[in-house]
Every structure is written in C-alpha cells, then in structure tokens.
C-alpha cells in the first residue's frame, strides 16, 4: 500500500493544492483602485527572494500537494528571469505529478514574451482588461497603454495560453455600462471574461462598498443581452460561471465580497518577499524569508506551512464590523 499523499489541511478541513507566488510588486500601470497615481513605496531589493529561494519553496510547497502555482504581482513579466522561472517550476514534480503553471499579468509585456513562457512550461494566463475605451483605460491605469494590452492577449492566445481569461473589476460610474462589450469581445473571441468585485485591497484605503458594483448587478446587466445558464461544479473556483446563451463561451463572476467562497478555499500566498499568508485579507503572515536565510531544511519549512495554515480562519469577515483592511496593497500581497 502505497503512502497516502501529505495535504496541506486547516483546521476547517480544507485541503490546499493552490499556490500563488508573486514574483514582484512593482507595477506598470497605476490602477485607480489599486495605487495612487505616484506609486506605493517598493519593497526593499534585499528583502526580495530570489529566485532560487522562491523554486526551493515552491518545491517544498509541491511535495506537500500543490498541484497549481500561480505567478502574480504587481506585474510579474516585470520580473526580468520570469521566463527562467517558469521553467523552474514546471520542472517540478510531487506527490500528484507536477503542477500546473499559470500567470496573472497585465499583457503589457506578453508580445515578447507569450511564446518563450509557452515553451518553458507556462499552461495559461488570466489577464486584466478593465475597458475597451482607449481614453477610459488611460484614466483608469494612468497609462495610455490599450494597445499593449490587446496586442498582449492576441500574443497569448498566438501562442497557445488556453484557456485566455481576462479579468475586469467592476466599478460604478466608471466601467459598469461596458459588462455587455467585455463579455462580448471575449465570446467573439474564444476567451472567458470574469467581473471581480472591487474589493478592500487598494493602497489608499479608500474602498467603499456603496461604490462596488455587486454581481447580481453585473448579471442583471448581462441578462439585458444574453441567455445565461449556470454552470454546475464550481469546486474550489473563485469564479462562478454561466454558460453565454447556450455555450461554448462562459462569463464569470467572482463574487469575494457579496457571495464568499471561503468555505472551499484551497488557496495560499507568498508574497515577493518571502512572507506566507493563508488568505488575501489576512493580517498576519509567516516569515519565510527568514527561515530559508537561516538555513532552514524542507522539513521546517513545510512545518512552516502548516503552522501558518492551522491559524487560517472560516472566512474573510469583510462583513463583521471588527474587519480591518490589510496593510499591505493588493500590488504587494499578490492576487
């Protein structure tokens, strides 16, 4: 009889296979909902891992049972061995086989580098795309950059990165009569477009529920033009899905403020500079960093693991009255 697979499971029950590693905080764009228009100040390079520390951990994380690792940021292609990273990591192998390797990125740099991250083992990308309005993207990212954003996601979709996902925030007044458009150039397309609720991650701690557009909004405002079915089986999946009148194409919904999927959440993060966390609203965190640069063996690391999953609570508590916002951005957790 074989040894059973070790899982990394919280005291609730959940069974963790999801990783997502951010390479960077840093950022090409400045996203209205997410930094200021002067930027945030950037981690320290010194405390950054580097990149052998952060596949070591990987690795570790891998051997414990997660089957997907997720490259996010910041922008994580401004991470100049991101290709060598991918590499890394896709070559590694654990109990369940080696894990799926997947980015979220702006495109702004995808052109370039869609077909060398294909070849080094990267599976798929989500990508962010909050308008189709060129003068409307350079407002909300202070950057005029829409053509780089599209160019990105053709250069993914060239390169075989399927299944394409590309996700919007939803935000009143400023993108919410575009829902019918987004979801509409991505069915034409072959693509999956998800709305996330805006949540309490933006640097400036201006966050507003009344502002959020919820997603029984967004899909009241989809079914003004397209029949939706839902999908069956969501699992672990942030997004709930609706097949667009009849399928193949889906749109998704995630939904983390008004309709939590904390009760199936098998994800954990590490930040770029080494620190763990078992949620993204979390405000404590487990040194890594420190561990490994004190000569740490896998063994503790993994201890490491399970100890910062054992204090992981039932839920986000965004809507308990004691709820307090992380002090880091959104930009320097990782999505």
């Known amino acids: 009889m074989s040894d059973p697979v070790p899982a990394l499971t919280d005291r609730h029950g959940r069974v963790h296979r999801d990783l997502r590693i951010s390479l960077t905080d840093r950022c090409s764009l400045r996203c209205t909902y997410c930094m200021p228009a002067e930027g945030v100040p950037w981690l320290a390079g010194s405390t950054m891992l580097t990149t052998a520390e952060l596949v070591r951990i990987a690795r570790v994380a891998v051997g414990l049972g997660i089957t997907e690792v997720r490259l996010t940021g910041g922008e994580p292609l401004l991470r100049t061995d991101v290709v060598d990273v991918v590499?890394?990591?896709?070559?590694?192998?654990?109990?369940?086989?080696?894990?799926?390797?997947?980015?979220?990125?702006?495109?702004?740099?995808?052109?370039?580098?869609?077909?060398?991250?294909?070849?080094?083992?990267?599976?798929?990308?989500?990508?962010?795309?909050?308008?189709?309005?060129?003068?409307?993207?350079?407002?909300?990212?202070?950057?005029?950059?829409?053509?780089?954003?599209?160019?990105?996601?053709?250069?993914?979709?060239?390169?075989?990165?399927?299944?394409?996902?590309?996700?919007?925030?939803?935000?009143?007044?400023?993108?919410?009569?575009?829902?019918?458009?987004?979801?509409?150039?991505?069915?034409?397309?072959?693509?999956?477009?998800?709305?996330?609720?805006?949540?309490?991650?933006?640097?400036?701690?201006?966050?507003d529920r009344t502002q959020m557009v919820t997603q029984a909004e967004v899909l009241a405002s989809?079914?003004?033009?397209?029949?939706?079915?839902?999908?069956?089986?969501?699992?672990?999946?942030?997004?709930?899905?609706?097949?667009?009148?009849?399928?193949?194409?889906?749109?998704?919904?995630?939904?983390?403020?008004?309709?939590?999927?904390?009760?199936?959440?098998d994800r954990v993060r590490l930040t770029a500079d080494g620190q763990l966390r078992s949620c993204l609203f979390s405000r404590s965190e487990t040194d890594l960093r420190t561990l490994l640069r004190d000569g740490a063996d896998d063994e503790t690391l993994g201890a490491a693991f399970r100890d910062c999953l054992a204090g992981k609570k039932p839920g986000h508590d965004i809507d308990d009255p004691s709820f307090l916002q992380p002090d880091r951005p959104m930009s320097a957790i990782g999505g």
């Open 87 to 207: 590499r890394q990591i896709a070559a590694l192998t654990g109990p369940l086989g080696p894990p799926e390797v997947s980015i979220t990125t702006n495109a702004l740099r995808l052109p370039a580098l869609a077909a060398p991250l294909k070849d080094a083992g990267l599976r798929r990308v989500n990508i962010s795309i909050d308008t189709l309005d060129r003068e409307r993207f350079a407002a909300l990212t202070r950057r005029d950059r829409l053509h780089d954003t599209l160019a990105g996601i053709a250069a993914a979709d060239a390169a075989g990165l399927h299944p394409i996902k590309l996700n919007a925030v939803a935000m009143r007044g400023v993108n919410d009569d575009e829902v019918v458009d987004l979801v509409r150039f991505a069915v034409d397309r072959g693509y999956e477009m998800r709305f996330i609720e805006q949540m309490p991650l933006d640097a400036g701690h201006t966050w």
């Open 222 to 265: 989809l079914r003004s033009a397209f029949a939706l079915t839902e999908v069956p089986g969501r699992g672990s999946a942030p997004a709930e899905r609706w097949l667009v009148d009849g399928g193949p194409q889906t749109v998704g919904v995630i939904a983390s403020v008004t309709a939590p999927f904390c009760g199936a959440c």
